[in-house]
């Protein structure tokens, strides 16, 4: 929709039923009657109480004067339409921002805390939904908006990137390793659902379009960094005495520390080369196309992906309880990736 100039796009069903809106507005205006006899209703019992009355069905609720004027008068309802377009341009002036002209040559410059919506936008004007009710346009969308959660919550963290426009954008903050592990997790999730859902030309535009959101991504990634990270860098520098009189902290309290403390300062030491990096990459977008073509039980897949990770992230160490400490710090990023595989291919 253009609000003050600017196309936004949160989603096809709210698109399409914006603009069956606008052909609904003769229609609505001839109901303008019914509106305004609702509204003397409201005002009579306003006289009649002393406060703010407002018939509902059967239930009356009481408001305040400063509620009943926006709600029932023209200039309170032109009010709300103009903080809700002031609102809107404000978060499109955000994006713009954040593009600073990239969004030329990458689409998803236009919304990289929404990418969901790029790949929505793209099935919208290309037809997809046409046909669709309501109800099956927001399986489609909840399930990209799931597949881009992960991503979507890097770029909200990096960029603070205003409005989320799906309940499925990742709260919680993931490590470079886990980034990196979800990028291609969504990358191949994405592939598997243009093979479900689209075929011959649409489905080759979609493909390219999952191979700019792979570049796209890859670009943030470079820069992305855990705001705890640098901070356990710097402690276990202090702890290990890197700097004078560092070591002072440990021996005033005691060697002895919690053990999340302990695999905390173990992983901070894990480093990682580029060519170390691009084989993790590797393996784990093999591992996201055996799960896509289903040849061997799925669990048994998953638990090859974390004894993959799990190596990586603690450069191979056997330690048991560090290994597990690991896999807990992720169950969140596991947990999400296997629901929207589940949902492309129909497990329980």
Known sequence: MIINGNDIFMGARIERNWQAGIQRQDREQSNESK??????????????????????????VSISQTAYDRLFTEEGNEQVRSEAKEFWTMNAERQKEIANGREQDDIFWTSTGNQWTVFSKHLYDN??????TDEDIEEIEETLARITGGMDGVSRWQYHTGVCLSDYSYGNVMRQDEAAMELESSTA?????????????????????????????TEILKDYEHPFEGVQRGIAAVQ?????????????????????????????????NQEQ????????????????????????????????????????????PLRNYVLDQTKGTFGRMRNYWNRLLGAA
């Not at 305004?36 to 009356?60: C, T």
């Not at 999730?189 to 991504?217: I, M, P, T």
């Not at 290990?240 to 440990?250: I, K, R, T």
């Open 189 to 217: 999730a994405l592939s598997c659902f243009a093979d479900q859902f689209l075929s011959g030309d649409k489905r080759e535009e979609f493909g390219r379009l999952v191979d700019l959101y792979h570049a796209h991504n």
């Open 35 to 60: 509106r305004a006899s609702a509204v003397q209703k409201a005002a009579a019992d306003l006289e009649s109480k002393g406060h703010n009355v407002v018939q509902s069905g059967n239930v009356k």
């Open 240 to 272: 290990s005495g890197m700097y004078s009189d560092s070591a002072l902290f440990e021996e005033k309290i005691g060697r002895q520390v919690t053990e999340e403390h302990k695999f905390t300062m173990i992983l901070t030491k894990v480093k990682h």
């Open 127 to 132: 037809g997809f939904y046409d046909d669709m």
């Open 277 to 320: 990096k691009d084989q993790f990459r590797q393996d784990a977008a093999g591992i996201f196309n055996l799960l896509q073509k289903g040849t061997e039980p799925a669990d048994s897949i998953w638990s090859r992906l974390e004894e993959i990770y799990t190596d990586y992230a603690t450069d191979h160490n056997e330690d048991k």
